[in-house]
Structures are given as C-alpha cells and as structure tokens.
C-alpha cells in the first residue's frame, strides 16, 4: 500500500466515522421529533435522509448521515423502546423515572440504548458518542456528566461481559 493509498483509507475511515457520529445525532433529533410531532417512523426516516443528511441551512452545511445505521438506530429504539425505558429507569434515582427527564435526554437515552443492544459497537465508543451529543445540546450544563453516568449504567447492563 503507497502512502497515498494509506492516507486514502485513513480518510474514507475517518469519512464513515463521522458519518456515523453525524446518523447518532440525527437519530436523537428524529426521536425527538418523533414524541413530540406523532410522525411516524417511515414519515421522519424520510424527511431526514431527504431534508437533513447534508443539507444546506443558511451557508451551513449539515453532515452526511449513514443511513443504515440512523435506520437501525431509529428501529431498535422503536422496536425496543420498553425495554430501554427500563434500562434507563434502573439507572436513574427512583424520584426520577425517565417520563420526568428532558425529552431531549430521553430521545438521546433511546438512541443509545438501542445501540447498546445491538451490541455491535464497543460500549465505550458509544458513551463517549453520545456524551458529545449532549455537549452539543447542553454546552453549559451538567446533562453531559449525567448523560455519561446513566449510560455506563445502561452499558454495564445491556453488555455485562464487555466490563
């Protein structure tokens, strides 16, 4: 392999890393958006990979998502929606069932969980992923330091033998 061929696969890599991230983020905005408008699954997989994934808002271009991986996001959080409002409910104080946390919390909860049980993904990588999500949501705030809690819990459980 040339160099040029090595930096070549160290930027198609770097290329689906972010393409990744960019679907983690996008899979948190369309379970927001799914609780709160009624859309359906089929109606918001759509209007993001039509309307979002690398869009252009006022000179700003937006990232180019991964589909499969924001599709399979979106259906394991649906499908397995109970399952990881549970896992969340463990992990948080009992005056605190995941109905009472932020909705953006609970969407960002959601997507992960979902890809804690696919369990394809180390479960370091996926904290570390969405722990910069909630600084994009909450760059003042504590919600990133909370977020990274509940989600080592939520990791622990769904993957016990990846501690």
């Not at 309307?51 to 649906?78: C, N, P, Q, W």
């Not at 904290?127 to 990133?144: L, S």
């Amino acid at each position: 392999m040339t160099t040029s061929d090595s930096q070549g696969a160290a930027r198609k890599g770097s290329d689906k890393h972010k393409m990744k991230s960019a679907s983690r983020l996008y899979a948190v905005q369309a379970l927001f958006q799914m609780e709160h408008s009624n859309l359906t699954f089929d109606k918001v997989i759509v209007e993001f990979e039509d309307h979002r994934f690398g869009a252009v808002y006022d000179g700003d271009e937006m990232a180019e998502g991964d589909t499969k991986s924001f599709r399979k996001l979106i259906e394991g959080a649906v499908n397995e929606q109970a399952k990881i409002d549970q896992m969340t409910d463990r992990a948080l104080v009992a005056k605190w069932p995941i109905a009472r946390i932020d909705p953006t919390l609970r969407a960002l909860f959601r997507a992960a969980g979902a890809e804690f049980l696919a369990g394809k993904t180390p479960p370091k990588v996926v904290i570390n992923e969405f722990v910069d999500i909630a600084r994009a949501f909450f760059p003042e705030g504590k919600e990133p330091k909370f977020v990274n809690a509940v989600l080592d819990h939520m990791a622990r459980e769904a993957q016990p033998e990846a501690f």
